[in-house]
């Protein structure tokens, strides 16, 4: 059993930046793929962003990639999610996911995915 808590969401103008932290409990954090899903209002959940267990390997949605850059601590038993160049359509409630997985490469698929935190909202202003 995995319970996630994300934090670091908040208010910030175009152009800006933020990080979100996702703290996991349990002492096999390091068993866990981790992913990141959005879900913005009248829109379904979408994926963000993944990385493997181990941190060697991470996928990006092309809305994403080179403006966000996924990590992990195993040793914090924490993952972070550094957002640049932040756009009003970045607007949404971030998920932070783990499932335990010893493939290579994380699945892009929320349905892959078997904990999840209970979000924390990110707006972006024009």
């Known amino acids: 059993q995995v319970q996630l808590v994300e934090s670091g969401g908040g208010l910030v103008q175009a152009g800006g930046s933020l990080r979100l932290s996702c703290a996991a409990s349990?002492?096999?954090?390091?068993?866990?793929?981790m992913g990141w899903f959005r879900q913005a209002p009248g829109k379904e959940r979408e994926f963000v962003a993944a990385?493997?267990?181990?941190?060697?390997?991470?996928l990006y949605a092309n809305s994403v990639k080179g403006r966000f850059t996924f990590s992990r601590d195993n040793a914090k038993r924490t993952v972070y999610l550094q957002m640049n160049s932040l756009k009003p359509e970045d607007t949404a409630v971030y998920y932070c996911?783990?499932?335990?997985?010893?493939?290579?490469?994380?699945?892009?698929?929320?349905?892959?995915?078997?904990?999840w935190g209970q979000g924390t909202q990110v707006t972006v202003s024009s």
């Open positions: 990385i493997s267990r181990s941190g060697g390997s991470t």
């Open positions: 349990g002492r096999t954090f390091s068993s866990y793929a």
């Open positions: 996911a783990a499932v335990a997985s010893y493939n290579a490469v994380p699945s892009r698929m929320a349905g892959a995915y078997d904990y």
